[in-house]
């Protein structure tokens, strides 16, 4: 990593199969101009559509870029996608924590819109302290109801 040079920030979105992600590209683009799109391909199990985010996120650095914002959105669930998001999850909060600040956001819709709200729950309690924000986007939609 050159000392010099400072990393360029990277917004990430992370697209389950079946999820509406495209919008979020154009969110993303206002303040962080650079941001790369990981969907999990026709085929691909959730475990290694989990992994490749993972890797996605290990080459940033050696990229001299750095993880400023994400997104996890949440596609038609099946018995694996808990597992499978967590790991998403962790790979893209992990760097954050590191460098001290970032955000991470997780939508769903329908049914996994709570499944989502719990998991940030769950993972800015982890967070807590760090710089790092976690948020679920039904969260602005559950304190109106």
Known sequence: MDLFRTPTPVSLVVAERGSPWESWVERFA??????????QEPGEAVDRWAMRVRSIVAGLEAQNAKLARAVVVAGPADSRSLSARSLAIKALVAPMVAQGDGTVLLDGNTADRFGMMALAQTVAMQVAGSGVTVRSTADAVAHVA
Request: aromatic share 0%.
């Open 30 to 39: 206002t303040g962080t101009p650079d941001v790369m799109v990981v969907v």
